[in-house]
DNA sequence: AACCACAGGATTGGATATCAATCAATAAGA
DNA sequence: TCTTATTGATTGATATCCAATCCTGTGGTT
């Protein structure tokens, strides 16, 4: 393992995208160095890092934040991913081989059967890990790191957003993007890209308020004794109350 | 201003693209909190963000050092940069109204006029500004970020090798990018948005090893008493004797 | 002479205590 | 009620200290 600051950020970082940790939530230092059994120092590097990936952001002597990105963020966020995979499938429907666009298809088969068996936490996952995947295939470490943070950051959208829109279709969306990859309609696929990631953008509605549900210490719980691997609940899924809208989520109701 | 540890990592940064801090060159915590004046602690913020930046690595209990990017990540970041750009490119060429194209074209302009008069600086910092200025066009901070790092990261690649190619061939690629997407004749364009990347990786030759000429204190001290802004000497241009290819970087011999 | 082991120094990673500056919220006063 | 002052809390930063680790140089052994 590299550093203690490294590896704070990293659980700061899932429980971010797990939405415990809600857009706007204070990260105060003492109480985090309370949490983590570690000085502020610690505390102060991890939170660099993280406003470093966009996750949050530093007020100077005000404290960090948990990243609340505008509506203009968002929308510059999906356009930078769209641009990032549109390349990358130029770049694929040149170079990938066999045995690649066969990994796709299993990734793509495999959240099927998920959807079909009815494990939805499972399917949200794979349908998130596909672009992953599909941006590994272009073995380029760099283009990775850059897409790995656009996506990171577009999970952290989903705490701000309501979406309301049919799942299957993004499924459908990854299968025929492979599809047409693979026939060499390049252009198809990438405008078919794009209408993936817009019909997401344009189901979003932003909600000017996130109330913070959880308290860091009780958001953080879950990562604090596990080395990192071991699974904690993925998802809150707590009730507000008033404001039940707010708390779904793209990708959480799956199938519907 | 933000933080010290921000301001002093953009110093150090700096100081990088200067090539005054070669990549390999050790980036002692003492050293640099006598140089900065500030404790070992704000100095490894700075290191955590340059780390962050891919312009330093850290390798634990041995410190941090100016980032020594092998020939595959030099190939992986053109990539990157010929992909971000070809995407821009395909965006403005839907997107731009005229006031963009003339704001493109001035540059260009400005730049000739900088190599016409025999400024070759001048013309060196404009030529690598116009994929900033191009990429500032899309409007998306997010993709301007992106951009921005990777340019600084071909720009540390340029104290790792050895460039030997026609520098106005890049201003006439700048000039007949703007044309063809004016023009609509964006295919066009984005190969030779690749072919200009790619004829700058190929003109260039790793080096094994790189010779640190300066001590960070030397390297340093140009940048330390400047609010910001200045304008410190950009360039060390001094004489290494048994190694002198190796000092020859890409733009710097201008309009040779 | 070559090689291994070990001890010491140097450096990093981190903890703790402390101080100044700044922000926020309350309390006092007009 | 509105404005101002005080107070408390939090951050930014420093100094000092300690443990773990890496590097090196020495010395003994073969």
Redesign the pocket.
Known sequence: MS???QAIADMLTRAILDHRLVPGC?????ELSEIF??????I??SLIRLADDGLAQ?E?????FVARPSMQDAMEIYDALTLVEQGVAAQLSDRLGPAGWAELRQHVERQRQAVASGNDALADVLGQEFHTVFVRLSRNKVMQEIHAQLVRRTTLLRSLITADFDYCNLLDDHARVIELLEKGRLKQAMELIDAHHRSVVRGYIMDRQVFPELTPREALEPYLDTKAGEAPQPAPRKKTGDNGKARAHAHDHAAK
Chains 1, 2 share one sequence.
């Open positions: 550093s203690r600051s204070k990260l105060g230092e003492r059994d570690v000085s502020r120092i610690v102060r590097q530093i100077r002597n005000r404290g960090a």
